[in-house]
């Protein structure tokens, strides 16, 4: 029998129902077990997203988990209708207001797990509600509430339920008519009546009806109360994240709000005093408890038992055939008379592989890699620690030898490890999801998802969106965020740390605590961000990862569908399958093997040599010579502006070096100073030790390839493995509770360690100072496996870049080609290259960057509004009917995707036509015209009218066009159209012959900035460069601040000029303005940018404001005409800069200073039209 003075809550909004729900779990398991509540129920909106997470937690706080959901149900019609509905007649807002959810998409229901079974069948009605009722949002119909009613309580739901809608509506007949359905399928003891009290007419209005109906159905009644967060003092946090949600401000008047209160989770005492003594229904709490005792659901964990299974002959099992292929693969690998080592190695991993269970595994793997690469799909030579396992390099799963590598198969899999192993593959990033329909396909589309991941609102994202839902000013989140500790390793400070003085970095928090205290808008916008942070903002899909099923997933876990493209994926995250013995595999999109993939077909059709990246040597002096000379722009993994300093500082000779240096480019290695330790080492500039003198003949032969220092995860193993006698396995362990640096752990590690050691004969001495550099060390240590694999694709893409550099380079473009930055940057290596980089062709252009010789045609794609299927179109015929011949002749040819006024005009602007001879500004003034033409005779062709004009003109050849003889636009309008259709700039750019300038005004080129990684967030810099785009803006009080834009030749980056600075620089914010820009670096997840604090032309001399303007004429184009020419360029751009002439010729160099009417106004107009009469190098 129930208690007097107890109840459950059994209608509950958690963190799962995304942006609604507020109640953390955590905080919601401690607030119900401190009221004494012996279970609660999760109810989340559509989804149970949440489950297994509420289960496990329920468990630690001792309180009994409710598996249930807030339905959506269609209003009547079948879940694959996706139309809307009304159940009432009147058109007015209030009418609206009273008639079916969602606009009349949708109404609401409560179930809830009474048994495992229910449970999953909750499941299942929430996978297909999504998979096959998706209307707004998934729901269910009757049909498949039918279906899966086993083991589930359900209820009227809440005021959008649809009993609830007929009785608003006045419909009682139909109300009654429901209801009884609902008995019906669920069973009359399954079925309850939901009664909520908020202080809302929505709820006051059918409470009578609604009591009424139960009475005569025999509907037992149950209290809930609609709670979205914990505690009362919760409901401005929760207010502010349905602002979050909606995108509105708090004072937004006409907002989504809650009516009434009370949201929380009340007392026992509070919901009878409200149930039983108001309205005298005792028992509508006494049945919360009824039903709560009912429920008793179990999840069944496990690892890897739904691992999926390998197809194999007949007669076979996936053991005895692993093992046949390991060893057939061997003999591939290392032939008939392979040695001792590798036998030994070989039996090893056998024994372990098929101890551990995980014989299929290895073949699932092994079998879509393979097809992969049967089918053309470029595989990444390995990744992670998988790359250590020689059986997997037999099956082709990876093809790094890891003997010849030294790489340790413990590190992937031991006895002694309990986790699953996980392989990560990298693919093509263009063909990824051809290997991904073929596991689809092959292992069943029942079987196969994608996998969920929750994104939660960090410090700084929580400090934006309070920000914003205050409506604050932009400016208002930035100056809180820049004030932050800044993120270390990709871990920042929760906002609830920030005053803790016991926090590791509570010094780091400084600025942000005096910005707190003396801002009261800063404490405003503070204590919302708290009431935000750590809540889920939004659901998205793993990255790479693909869960494969030996069994239909709906029989395990809820699933869902993506509704832009079809995507099937898990609703729980990774690590809830994990638990219950789901696998998942990772497959990776890698650019870079996309790059190769292009550079090889490059090099064939470039020059006619089939290379195979495999056979490249490893010893190959001008790869070395390259990456000494740190020219690594465009390598993987090696281009970073640092790194390249750190590869002249070591003169790489060998692939150890590569894959070395991959390891200590982080930022643990670097904070030891490693990575610069060893490039001295290598070099003999920093003597070689091994920790301790004692220690050097035992560490020498793990450590020496590396000079004495530490740097990969395997040598750590090592060291316990050699040094105190440990097991790889358990050196595994050792490694990883090092990592964790827990000290009741780390004490009890040290222990064994150090009875090893002594054992050894190791002194106390020794074993202490080994110990204080394992323990730091192992926590950065990298992986081997993984950056020896990775390493091979540094090595293959600096072999290319070395000795086909336009055909590599031409693969990179296209790589970026919808990164205007990226683009920008690798078109100045193309420059710095002598690699001439030309403009799209409708006659040499293809989709992508192609290589022509030495230098490298820009694709049609890049082009703004070109798309594939033009391009197709344009490609196609050339190759069918001949090249054009001239812009009449394009249009004849040309299929209708491409006669399209936008498509013409952005590939006039880009110059595609120029090689027919056509001015650009000449076929923009007949393009339109000729369109209609062309759409009128296709028109007139396709309803038979061609041959009648066939009957009275035979000469009649399709458009005319007669193109008008004016003249071009002038350079720097040629220019500006240019970049806007390639998003920069190709033929020319404003700045070219201006790099002394730019190097001389500022401490770094814009592609420097936005590839240097170390340059810390709030780091002061200086960029020269001119403005693209300026963006004027209001601040809340007023005050006029701007966006603008700053390019050089090397890149872009936006640059915030607030009020302060604005009004300093304000006469210097002109569009095309070449100027200095002094700023605060801004890092954030979008990318960089700057804030400005001061803005100035650049300093007296080349290309300044205040001149002299200094420009070169040969003595042999000093003809009337050119001087004359001259004259009119100075005349058209007068001001006040002084002009000096440097005539060249016959080895002298004469200088004049030319007569004050030629004054100028500097600009990039006249450095155009400048260069256009004498030049590009005419400024230099």
């Keep these: 029998m129930p208690s007097d003075s107890s109840f459950v809550h059994l209608h509950v909004h958690t963190e799962y129902s995304m942006l609604d729900g507020h109640a953390l779990l955590d905080g919601l398991f401690e607030r119900a077990a401190e009221l004494g509540m012996p279970a609660i129920a999760m109810t989340d909106h559509g989804n149970v997203h949440g489950a297994y997470d509420f289960w496990s937690k329920a468990r630690k706080h001792g309180v009994k988990p409710i598996i249930g959901m807030e339905a959506y149900l269609t209003p009547g019609t079948h879940r694959s209708e996706r139309r809307k509905v009304r159940w009432g007649k009147g058109d007015s807002a209030e009418e609206a207001g009273n008639d079916v959810a969602g606009g009349g998409a949708y109404t609401h229901m409560t179930m809830l797990a009474t048994s495992t ?6 499941f299942r009605i ?14 269910a119909d009757r049909e498949l509430l039918e279906r899966y009613a086993s083991g589930i309580v359900a209820t009227t739901g809440c005021p959008s339920g649809e009993i609830q809608t007929r009785l608003r509506l006045g419909q009682y007949d139909e109300a009654r008519r429901a209801a009884g359905e609902f008995q019906e399928i669920f069973g009359k003891e399954n079925f309850f009546l939901e009664l909520m009290d908020h202080g809302i007419g929505i709820e006051k209005v059918v409470r009578d009806d609604l009591l009424r109906l139960g009475r005569e159905l025999d509907i037992p009644p149950v209290a809930t109360n609609d709670s979205h967060y914990t505690h009362p003092q919760d409901a401005e946090a929760h207010d502010a994240l349905i602002c979050v949600a909606s995108g509105k401000t708090i004072s937004d008047p006409k907002r989504l709000k809650f009516d009434g209160g009370g949201y929380y989770i009340k007392s026992a005492a509070e919901m009878r005093e409200l149930w039983e003594d108001t309205y005298g229904m005792k028992e509508a709490c006494d049945n919360t408890l009824l039903i709560a005792e009912r429920c008793d659901i179990e999840f069944t964990e496990s690892t890897g038992g739904y691992m999926a299974r390998a197809d194999v002959p007949d007669g076979e099992t996936e053991e005895s055939w692993f093992v046949k292929e390991v060893w057939s693969g061997i003999r591939e690998r290392y032939g008939d008379d392979f040695s001792e080592e590798v036998r030994q190695r070989v039996e090893k991993e056998l024994d372990v592989i098929r101890t551990k269970g995980y014989c299929g595994y290895y073949l699932v793997v092994a079998d879509f890699i393979n097809w992969a690469k049967n089918n053309g799909i470029r595989v990444g030579p390995g990744r992670g620690s998988g790359a250590g396992s020689i059986a997997a390099y037999a099956l082709r799963i990876t093809d790094l030898c890891p003997l010849q590598h030294g790489l340790i198969f413990e590190r992937f899999l031991n006895p002694e490890r309990p986790s699953m192993p996980d392989f990560d593959i990298d693919f093509d990033e263009r063909r990824r999801g051809e290997v991904i329909q073929y596991v689809t396909q092959k292992y069943g589309a029942d079987r196969v998802a994608q996998i969920a991941t929750f994104g939660r609102l960090k410090a700084k994202a929580a400090i934006k969106d309070a920000s914003r839902v205050l409506d604050y000013p932009f400016a208002m989140g930035e100056k809180i965020t820049k004030a932050l500790p800044a993120d270390v390793m990709g871990k920042g400070v929760a906002l609830s740390e920030l005053f803790n003085e016991k926090h590791a970095r509570y010094g780091d928090a400084k600025d942000f605590r005096e910005l707190h205290q003396n801002d009261p808008d800063v404490r405003k916008v503070y204590d919302v961000a708290l009431g935000l942070e750590g809540q889920i903002r939004q659901w998205g899909v793993h990255a790479a990862g693909v869960i494969m099923s030996s069994e239909p997933l709906l029989d395990i876990v809820p699933i869902m569908k993506r509704e832009q493209d079809g995507a099937i994926i898990t609703q729980f995250d990774y690590p809830m399958c994990e638990s219950l013995g789901l696998v998942k595999m990772d ?21 006619g040599i089939d290379l195979v990246l495999e056979d490249i040597p490893f010893d190959d002096l001008e790869t070395y010579r390259l990456l000494g000379r740190g020219d690594t722009l465009g390598v993987f ?130 074993i202490k100072t080994l110990w204080d550099i394992l323990v730091p060390f192992a926590d950065y240590a990298f992986n081997k496996a993984h950056s020896a694999a990775y390493g ?119 110059g595609a036509f120029d090689s027919l001879g056509h001015r650009r500004r000449a076929l923009t003034t007949i393009a339109e015209e000729a369109v209609d033409q062309y759409i009128d005779i296709k028109r007139n062709a396709a309803i038979g009218q061609d041959s009648l004009f066939g009957a009275f003109d035979d000469d009649f050849t399709g458009v005319d066009v007669t193109i008008p003889d004016i003249n071009e636009w002038d350079k720097t309008q040629l220019l500006s159209f240019e970049r806007d259709m390639l998003g920069l700039y190709v033929s020319d750019h404003p700045l070219a012959g201006l790099e002394h300038v730019l190097r001389a005004s500022g ?58 600075a604005y009004n300093l620089a304000a006469p210097v914010l002109v569009q095309d303005s070449i100027v200095v820009v002094k700023a605060r670096l801004r890092r954030s997840d979008d990318g960089v940018d700057l804030s400005a604090q001061e803005i100035t032309r650049p300093a007296a001399g080349q290309g300044s404001g205040d001149g002299p303007l200094t420009v070169a004429m040969p003595v042999a184009m000093c003809t009337p005409e050119t001087v004359s020419s001259f004259k009119q360029v100075l005349a058209s751009h007068p001001g006040v800069t002084e002009v000096h002439l440097k005539l060249t010729g016959r080895g002298t160099v004469k200088t004049m200073r030319l007569d004050n009417s030629l004054r100028v106004s500097t600009s990039s107009a006249l450095f155009a039209d400048l260069k256009e009469l004498l030049g590009p190098g005419c400024l230099g």
């Design 117 to 122: 079974e229910g449970m999953h069948n909750l």
């Design 126 to 139: 929430s996978s297909l509600s999504s998979l096959e009722g998706y209307y707004y949002k998934p729901r």
């Design 587 to 607: 497959f990776l999109g890698l650019r870079n093997l996309t790059v190769l993939d292009d550079a090889v077909a490059n090099i064939q059709a470039n020059r």
């Design 637 to 766: 993994q090696l281009d970073g502006g640092p790194m390249r300093q750190l590869l002249r500082m070591m003169q790489p000779d060998n692939f150890e070096d590569i894959s070395a240096v991959i390891a200590l480019y982080r930022p643990g290695p670097m904070g030891a100073d490693s990575h610069t330790n060893y490039a001295k080492r290598k070099t003999g500039k920093q003597k070689i030790d091994y920790i301790h003198p004692e220690l050097t003949e035992a560490l020498k032969p793990i450590l020496g390839t590396t000079y004495g220092l530490i740097v990969y995860q395997e040598q750590v193993m090592s060291i316990a493995q050699e040094l105190a006698g440990q097991t790889l396995g358990q050196a595994d362990n050792l490694r990883r509770a090092m990592g964790k640096k827990k000290r009741e752990v780390l004490e009890k590690e040290f222990e064994g360690f150090e009875a090893g050691m002594k054992s050894r004969g190791f002194s106390s001495e020794a």
């Design 792 to 910: 091979v694709v540094s090595y293959w893409t600096a072999y290319l870049k070395a000795h086909y550099p336009a055909e590599y380079m031409a693969a990179l473009l296209t790589s970026v080609k919808g990164d205007k930055d990226k683009s920008a940057i690798y078109l100045g290596e193309c420059r710095r290259l002598g690699i001439k980089v030309l403009p799209p062709d409708v006659n040499e252009s293809f989709h992508n960057f192609t290589s022509v010789g030495t230098d490298i045609r820009f694709g049609l794609t890049a082009i703004r509004n070109v798309g594939s299927n033009v391009v197709n179109g344009i490609v196609e015929t050339r190759e069918e009917k001949g090249a054009y011949t001239d812009f009449a002749d394009f249009l004849d040819k040309v299929p209708t995707q491409v006669c399209n006024k936008r498509v013409l005009d952005s590939l006039i602007k880009a």
């Design 1003 to 1060: 401490d770094c080129s814009v592609g420097e900035l936005l590839e240097d990684t170390e340059r810390p967030d709030g780091a002061q810099v200086r960029i020269c460069g001119l403005i693209t785009n300026v963006q004027r803006r209001l601040s809340k009080k007023g005050d006029t601040w701007a966006s603008v834009t700053i390019e050089d030749l090397e890149g872009s980056v936006d640059v915030m000029v607030f009020p302060a």
